[in-house]
């Protein structure tokens, strides 16, 4: 294990949020307008509209694409104890818990989790995962913090994109602990285009296979990526 105070610096897709949107809406404006000299029927409209969308669409996913930053990860003392301890038994596996903010019932929520994915208490304990959303654009370092709630450890991060987060925190672990982190995620509910819109404008969506995405584009190799686990 190397020393846990050591900072990892990770390369993630990042935007800047006004100017992805301003430059997404010039877009669209633009080629509504350019189609609407040629189309000049019902059909057109309804094929100039899902164009322009498509497009729209195409431009937001290619700046998060060329846009990136360097994160540097930090865990505060209470959240190295929490991930040494728990590398420190159960064969060294560290199993994150990813859950929303706010949510304050961890029994229940463990519980749940482990009849999901069918991790039994003798194959040791979650570490909840929770990102707090902020609006930050410059958000160049990913503090980490430990809590105590009840008998439950929980680490705690502000970022602007939770799987952003979330992927850095994985990439960070693996490469202090030199073994590959689980994270469990439930599937959200609801469409994947949807989805899929939310994450290229506002950071948001489908949170486990945008993880599972940065972490394959981060790490080529894929017995080197952290575990990503869905139910």
């Given at each position: 294990m190397t020393d846990s105070n050591q900072n990892q610096k990770i390369l993630l897709n990042v935007y800047t949020r006004r100017s992805l949107i301003g430059l997404s809406l010039f877009f669209a404006v633009l080629s509504l307008c350019v189609l609407g000299w040629y189309i000049d029927n019902v059909d057109g409209l309804i094929t100039g509209a899902l164009s322009a969308i498509f497009l729209v669409v195409a431009v937001a996913l290619y700046m998060r694409k060329r846009e990136s930053r360097v994160v540097t990860v930090q865990l505060d003392d209470l959240a190295k104890t929490f991930v040494d301890e728990a590398g420190a038994k159960h064969l060294g596996v560290i199993r994150l818990l990813a859950q929303r903010y706010g949510h304050k019932n961890y029994e229940k929520i463990q519980q749940e989790a482990r009849r999901k994915h069918s991790i039994q208490a003798d194959e040791g304990n979650f570490i909840f995962v929770e990102?707090?959303?902020?609006?930050?654009?410059?958000?160049?370092?990913?503090?980490?913090?430990?809590?105590?709630?009840?008998?439950?450890?929980?680490?705690?991060?502000?970022?602007?994109?939770?799987?952003?987060?979330?992927?850095?925190?994985?990439?960070?672990?693996?490469?202090?602990?030199?073994?590959?982190?689980?994270?469990?995620?439930?599937?959200?509910?609801?469409?994947?285009?949807?989805?899929?819109?939310?994450?290229?404008?506002?950071?948001?969506?489908?949170?486990?296979?945008?993880?599972?995405?940065?972490?394959?584009?981060?790490?080529?190799?894929?017995?080197?990526?952290?575990?990503?686990?869905?139910?």
């Open positions: 990102v707090i959303p902020i609006l930050a654009e410059n958000h160049d370092s990913l503090i980490v913090t430990g809590h105590l709630e009840g008998h439950f450890h929980v680490l705690r991060c502000k970022s602007p994109a939770a799987a952003n987060a979330i992927a850095a925190l994985l990439l960070h672990l693996r490469d202090l602990e030199h073994e590959n982190p689980h994270i469990y995620l439930s599937w959200s509910e609801g469409h994947p285009l949807a989805y899929a819109l939310k994450y290229a404008f506002f950071g948001e969506g489908g949170t486990a296979p945008v993880i599972r995405e940065i972490l394959r584009e981060h790490e080529r190799e894929p017995d080197k990526r952290p575990i990503v686990h869905v139910a």
